[in-house]
């Protein structure tokens, strides 16, 4: 395709060219903050930054783009070229849809509302986070309103389509309705079956040992150090850029399991940024394709693979050498997969954590539409886990309804995508084990690239050319359906 | 100063505000780029720090800028202001001096000829380098003269206000003449001097010690970590913000002593960094005076304080712990000031050092005014070596004329600032002995705090307020007097 042919969308491939080097640096600015930066360049840091994040902004709502996007849909496109046109489009919209001084009071507000959550949360003080809470989630609700005026949607999709374009509530009601009606009882059958297993000690082992051993894993599951490293942060996260992805994770000296665990998650994250397809690097057609699906890689990673029996016995030899760890891989494998109900989502193991989500969904819905006062909250949730899990959390406001930075800094829904993406997984699963055979065989095999191939395929190398349940059908033959989640918890838990 | 008052002053310090912010990020990048990118990770880092760069640029050159300066000259302002407004169009004029388009075809001759350089450097491959290094010559003197219309100067003279803002070629003529009439004896004496002195064995000592170490004779040096931190990078330098310096170093295992100095040089570059007056973080005031003057700063904490008995003695109980070493603060004072003229200019030691300016000084002026043609450079550069250092030079062009990279990427003007910056610390070092005493005692005395002290008050905390004879009449008493760095070389090494 020359520029004679299609002049608007080669205007807006450059314009969006130039808006991927500014969020290149944004990434690394992140990166370096949570990782390098010493806490006296805060300060400065977080003043670039937001002139950084300004400067985006202003580029992805420059006032031509309207009449050149307009203009770009009447010129003849290839098929992927369009596709890139309509993810250029979405950037727009999400970037226009909401005023700057909303913006910035937002930003505002979730900063202070944040700020002060830190101390509150540790001090398990909900009445001082309580204000803070309902003047933020005004603004939320100012947002999610305008935006859905502006995308023609409901408050609450509105919200989820900034991480999931395209779904609905109506689609997440009837998702999660099928879960919650077998899950909780599919915990109690869990639990009945490991409560007569064996436990069994870990060693403890040094941050250093630790990172040695994660590196090696990191090899075996194909990370490419060509274009990522592997560093430590406070709160692990997979940053950088596709050419150039930063992983972080955190270690624990008594517990090697949970920053072995975590890398091996991170690792799925960045597995998919390192395959995006090339061709569309610097352009929206080349970016993930949704947040769900992003965790739907990390999840496949730790959930189908990395706590499976088969990758368990692959990397017990290097446990050994490196952190003298002397459990076999059946007793790892039993440690990975112990099932116990618990109050913080984010040590929840695979078969509770869906509680943590239906809970936090069920709350987003009526706090945006007004049904649940954010004072209510405290009992909606100690009602909810009672039902869901089975604990009483009356009065634990910190292990309860405060544990989470997504609502204190305004960040409503993006809980859901964490079960879709453990849905999508499955649904990855058995999809390619039609094709290839089983996982657990491939590893024993030696073939886990066969595994990775399939992924390569299938999901990386679609970036966001296709829309999600486009990817999802040509993938698996069907959209999202949570009955291979089912399967695979019943598969590997009962 | 309220903003009714002076309002177009209030636009351009905002604007020059947004300006920091860019080059913040611009200088993350330098420094990760050199310390923790993969390679894989250079394309896009590289297109991204382009289009930093180029939006950089055009804040520089915005059209409002010319009429906005002209009128805050109008304006009235306080005398640091007026400073800062100084300095802002000192900026303006630098950034709109050269047209784009040479911008761009020097940028891309200088990455061709670095590029290449590289290998024939290796190779001894004058003949390879000769027609790259004409080429980038000829957009260096069409640089140089456009330059020199703008600002109303030489071409050369224009090319060494790059970096020393109001230096000429007339002065450096004056200072470097003296220079020369005593520097040559004076090497021979030192020479004599030292033909009977025993040589020591330096042990070895693992980069993790040496890195150890390294941040221990930082603390001492009083460097801030909280506002800065240390790392590996082939080339060492002093990068970052003041408000977060990124210094860097290598580690030669069999050899500590190099590295520990590049640390102790660095910091002296970040203690200025640091040291910079906080009232005009963001603002063209608020930065380094010019090249020289950083340089000052570096070899004021190499040279002044760093080869001193004083502190090798204060640091040798480090030495002797950390890395095991054996020899006493009078063997390292000998080590650490041994003359001996060689062939490469950053191997060099402090007496021999401004030879190799000296050199390279004449031969720029004759390249920018034609005298001297690149073909004839390896013929100056024998006979130069000769006269200066009596060695012979003939055919060993890698370790000649093709031994730097400044030239081969086009950077002309910045030799001088070496050993301007030599004579400005040891001008520095007599100034503050008239006010607090030797150095060497205070250091004695444990109070080298009290050495910076005079340097915070006297040069960091100065920013670019004062041009720079103002600073050092205020400083010493005189403006720039290389008499200071005779006596500084006699005292020490006579
Ligand atoms: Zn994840
Ligand atoms: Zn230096």
Avoid at 137 to 155: G, N, T, Y
Avoid at 204 to 217: D, F, H, K, Y
Avoid at 324 to 340: D, F, K
Avoid at 347 to 359: K, N
Wanted: proline residues 4%; negative net charge.
């Amino acid at each position: 395709m020359s520029a004679d042919k299609a002049p608007n969308y080669q205007t807006l491939t450059k314009h969006f060219q130039s808006i991927s080097h500014f969020e290149h640096l944004s990434a690394l600015g992140d990166w370096d903050q949570a990782t390098m930066m010493p806490i006296g360049g805060g300060e400065a840091r977080g003043a670039a930054m937001a002139e950084l994040a300004k400067h985006i902004h202003s580029l992805k709502t420059a006032p031509m783009l309207a009449d050149t996007i307009a203009q770009a849909q009447q010129e003849s496109l290839t098929l992927e070229q369009n596709a890139n046109l309509r993810e250029i489009n979405y950037q727009y919209l999400q970037a226009n849809a909401v005023p700057g001084d909303l913006v910035e009071a937002k930003t505002k507000a979730a900063y202070h509302c944040e700020q002060a959550w830190r101390d509150q949360r540790k001090n398990n003080d909900w009445q001082g986070f309580k204000p803070n809470l309902e003047n933020l989630m005004s603004l939320v609700k100012e947002e999610a309103s305008i935006r859905a005026q502006a995308l023609r949607v409901s408050p609450y999709d509105a919200l989820l389509d900034k991480f999931e374009p395209g779904m609905t509530t109506a689609s997440i009601d009837n998702i999660f309705g099928q879960l919650k009606s077998w899950l909780p009882e599919l915990i109690q059958q869990v639990q009945h079956k490991q409560a007569s297993e064996p436990r069994f000690d870990i060693p403890s082992a040094s941050a250093a040992n630790q990172a040695l051993l994660g590196r090696e894993v990191m090899q075996v599951l194909g990370f490419d150090f060509n274009h990522g490293r592997l560093d430590i942060s406070s709160h692990p996260f997979c940053g950088g850029v596709a050419s150039d992805v930063r992983l972080t994770t955190r270690y624990d000296e008594a517990d090697f399991t949970s920053g072995l665990m975590g890398i091996i998650h991170e690792t799925g994250h960045a597995k998919y940024e390192q395959g995006l397809p090339l061709a569309w690097r610097g352009q929206p057609a080349g970016l993930a394709r949704s947040m769900a699906l992003h965790e739907s890689q990390s999840l496949f990673c730790e959930m189908q693979v990395g706590r499976g029996p088969g990758f368990l016995k692959l990397i017990q030899p290097h446990l050994k050498q490196l952190l003298a760890c002397p459990l076999s891989h059946e007793q790892l494998t039993n440690i990975y997969t112990r099932v116990t109900p618990g109050h913080i989502r984010v040590d929840a193991d695979e078969v509770t954590y869906p509680c943590h989500i239906l809970l936090r969904f069920e709350a987003e819905k009526a706090l945006v539409s007004g049904e649940l006062a954010v004072a209510d909250l405290p009992d909606f949730w100690s009602t909810q886990m009672q039902s869901l899990l089975g604990i009483n959390t009356d009065g634990d406001y910190k292990n309860g309804c405060m544990q989470d930075i997504h609502w204190a800094v305004g960040e409503l829904g993006y809980f859901p995508s964490y079960t879709l993406g453990a849905m999508y997984a499955a649904q990855f699963k058995y999809a390619m084990e039609n094709q290839i055979g089983s996982v657990e065989n491939a590893i024993a095999a030696g073939k886990l690239a066969d595994v990775m191939a399939w992924l390569q395929s299938n999901v990386w190398s679609k970036g966001s050319l296709l829309e999600i349940d486009d990817l999802m059908r040509q993938a698996t033959g069907e959209t999202l359906n949570p009955a291979h989640f089912k399967r695979h918890l019943e598969n590997h838990y009962l």
